[in-house]
């Protein structure tokens, strides 16, 4: 039982693996849609103002309401932090809020670019495309990777030919995916603090941004054990496929 066990352990692990990525690359996408900490702690950009900045610009040292204000910035949704009192909603109804906890979002002090205008920008550049398309396509290879993995001989091995294409076009297009994610915020950080001299300050999510290469890893380990299953499938159904060779009977010695 054990030996079978261990046989079976690759099997398990890609099961699992790829479970896992379907999990992270869920909550990566509903990041920011609840007020838990699970959620409004994963996002891909912090917006916030630079308190150094604001204290060389105010001739005083008090500081407004809005400028207490940090915005997490997801694919979906956005949270708002007031002094650690977080409201989260969806970019829908981001954009018929008026005010968050009787401090209105329209206002800016110091006559400095407006936080909540910034980061509705930034949520037109990232789309959850991608990220939509590789959830679907790790559901559809977890399902045909459990049947490949049932004793069921019929277009087994068309399944396991599948199983690679389908996880060599998800690492593919994971990989595009998070390059652009990770270019987007880079770009974003950096623009955004030059545009309004450092007025601004703009982080990206680091929960977000382990949650993204986790899940690229995983891919690309899965692709690399469909490709081994493929081929040591095949290797042994043509093995099993080439006739053995018969024994050759010795010829009878000549009586003397």
């Not at 261990?6 to 007020?35: A, E, H, M, W």
């Not at 005083?60 to 956005?78: A, C, D, F």
């Not at 209105?104 to 509705?120: C, H, R, Y």
């Not at 049932?150 to 060599?168: A, D, H, Q, R, T």
């Amino acid at each position: 039982m054990f030996g079978i066990s261990i046989r079976n352990l690759p099997k398990l692990l890609s099961v699992i693996i790829l479970f896992i990525s379907i999990v992270l690359l869920g909550f990566l996408l509903i990041g920011c849609l609840d007020t838990t900490s699970q959620y409004s702690k994963v996002y891909l950009a912090q917006f916030q103002f630079n308190q150094t900045s604001i204290d060389n610009l105010s001739s005083t040292n008090v500081t407004t309401p809005i400028e207490s204000l940090s915005i997490k910035i997801n694919y979906l949704g956005v949270c708002f932090d007031m002094s650690n009192n977080i409201t989260c909603s969806t970019f829908t109804k981001m954009a018929n809020m008026t005010e968050i906890n009787g401090i209105p979002l329209n206002s800016s002090p110091n006559n400095q670019p407006n936080i909540v205008t910034i980061a509705k920008t930034f949520s037109n550049i990232c789309h959850p495309r991608i990220l939509i398309a590789t959830l679907l396509l790790n559901l559809i290879l977890l399902l045909t990777i459990c049947y490949s993995h049932l004793p069921i001989e019929p277009g087994k091995l068309y399944v396991k030919k599948f199983n690679c294409i389908m996880s060599l076009i998800i690492s593919l297009l994971w990989g595009l995916g998070a390059m652009l994610q990770q270019e987007a915020v880079d770009v974003t950080t950096q623009m955004v603090r030059e545009a309004s001299m450092y007025y601004l300050s703009v982080s990206a999510g680091t929960r977000a941004q382990a949650m993204t290469w986790t899940i690229f890893a995983f891919s690309l380990i899965v692709t690399i054990g469909s490709i081994f299953a493929c081929f040591k499938y095949e290797t042994r159904s043509q093995s099993q496929s080439q006739p053995q060779p018969q024994p050759q009977q010795l010829p009878y010695l000549a009586k003397v």
